[in-house]
């Protein structure tokens, strides 16, 4: 009894001589990859080459510091409460007395860590943040072999002094 319509029947047909000798089908192959000789590539010769990213594209964090060269971030959480990956670990702790220069708010992270493999990229932590603290940049996060390299702690997110702040990517200050 057929279920339904769609069960066919196979036919094991004998091969004739021209699809026994296959040089009709392997002339139809090279037909076909001659063809595509003259097409345009479809590929890129990355890294040498590489494709423009999308205005829109959001990459590896970046956590900036102010014009003086202290960290904008002062560890009120919002970025790690916002992050549907909980993908971020933040460690808080009072500024003491001498480090002005180093922190601008009162409070700032002591430690801050993203899990770029939790990570989605959505943008949620640079949206939710007050102090224009955290931003996506058009940086890749490089592939690794551990998966504990994927932890990005503050020694890779925040700016490096002497660069410029720009949201999208840090590039050193024109003079
Ligand atoms: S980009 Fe999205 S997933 Fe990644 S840390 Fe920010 S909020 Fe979390
Ligand atoms: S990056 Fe922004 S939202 Fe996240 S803890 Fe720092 S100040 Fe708060």
Known sequence: MQLTNR??????????????IYIPA??????????HLFKKKATIQYPEQQREFSFVYRGKHILKRDEQGR???TACGL???????????????ER????????????????YE?????????????EACPKDAVYLTEELVPAQYNRKDFIYG?????????????PKTYKPYKK
């Open 71 to 73: 960290e904008n971030c």
């Open 114 to 126: 993203i899990n770029m493999l939790r990570c989605i990229f959505c943008g949620l932590c640079e």
């Open 154 to 166: 503050k020694d890779k997110l925040v700016q490096p002094l002497g660069t410029s702040a720009h």
């Open 79 to 93: 970025c790690a409460v916002s992050c549907p990956a909980e993908a971020i670990t933040i460690i808080a702790d």
């Open 26 to 35: 392997i002339l139809g192959g090279m037909k076909i990859t001659l063809s």
């Open 7 to 20: 069960s066919k029947v196979v036919v094991d047909k004998k091969m004739t001589f021209m699809e026994r």
């Open 96 to 111: 003491k007395k001498g480090e002005e220069h180093l922190y601008r708010e009162e409070k700032y992270a002591s430690l």
